[in-house]
């Protein structure tokens, strides 16, 4: 199949699919006498895998290690996929941590600050940001 049905089945757009080409994370099969890509039913597969990484918060570095182990999977062992998600779970668990410092942050800023129609000059977030309260 040419790239433009490999988009169509697979959601991705042809853009992102040349996109994990270059990244090393997808390859077309073959190529057709005019340079055409030519993809197979695993490449399909392939590039559903990759998305479903995407969706689940894997890098691309990491989709490549989960891939690496999906196509060598007798060459590798379980806890090397556990080890990623693992992984990826404390990164996300710091993320939330800080996002949610950051939530308190500006609601601390928020409930100081009347929110009126006075000059900038005596805006409560404006002043808190600068340091000056």
Do not use: P, W
Not at 80 to 109: D, G, P, V
């Amino acid at each position: 199949m040419k790239i433009s049905e490999l988009e169509k089945k697979s959601g991705i757009s042809a853009h992102t699919l040349r996109y994990y080409e270059k990244a090393g994370l997808l390859k077309a099969s073959q190529r057709s006498a005019n340079n055409y890509r030519e993809y197979s039913q695993d490449d399909l597969a392939t590039a559903r895998f990759i998305q479903a990484c995407k969706h689940s918060g894997f890098s691309l570095a990491e989709t490549g290690a989960l891939l690496a182990i999906k196509g060598n999977k007798d060459q590798h062992v379980c806890a090397e996929a556990k080890i990623i998600t693992h992984n990826k779970i404390k990164q996300i668990s710091e993320q939330i941590k800080q996002l949610k410092n950051m939530q308190n942050t500006l609601q601390k800023l928020e409930k100081i600050c009347c929110g009126g129609a006075e000059s900038a000059e005596f805006c409560s977030i404006i002043s808190a940001l600068e340091g000056e309260q």
